[in-house]
Nanobody
């Protein structure tokens, strides 16, 4: 099986910075694109940033300029560095990844996986 586990959320004050992490584990053969989403209270889940295996990045306009997504391919981990946090950034942040896993000696299965989320509260 494959798991994605986010960490790094918590309570921070407006203006502070924070880095979230998401580590993949289990029967992973390769992780392709990875992404961070967030779901603010009463809102739909929205895309924040994506990163390819080759480290090409894309950012959503709502937080562009305050986010840096990065990854460590060897550690199956993706990071989201957030700066100048605002109360409206309060949300559950989710990791998403496109992962291939080996299911037999000569076959692979490729699927999209989600983590369970990490809560970020920005408040004074």
């Amino acid at each position: 099986q494959v798991q994605l586990v986010e960490s790094g959320g918590g309570l921070v004050q407006p203006g502070e910075s924070l880095r979230l992490s998401c580590a993949g584990s289990g029967s992973i053969f390769a992780i392709h694109d990875m992404a961070w989403y967030r779901q603010r209270p009463g809102k739909q889940r929205e895309l924040n940033a994506t990163i390819t295996r080759g480290r090409s990045t894309n950012y959503a306009s709502s937080m562009e300029g305050r986010l840096t997504i990065s990854r460590d391919v060897a550690k199956n981990t993706v990071y989201l560095q957030m700066a100048s946090l605002k109360p409206e950034d309060t949300a559950v942040y989710y990791c998403n990844a496109d992962i291939s896993r080996r299911v037999s000696s000569d076959s692979y299965s490729r699927n999209t996986y989600w983590g369970h989320g990490t809560q970020l509260i920005v408040s004074s």
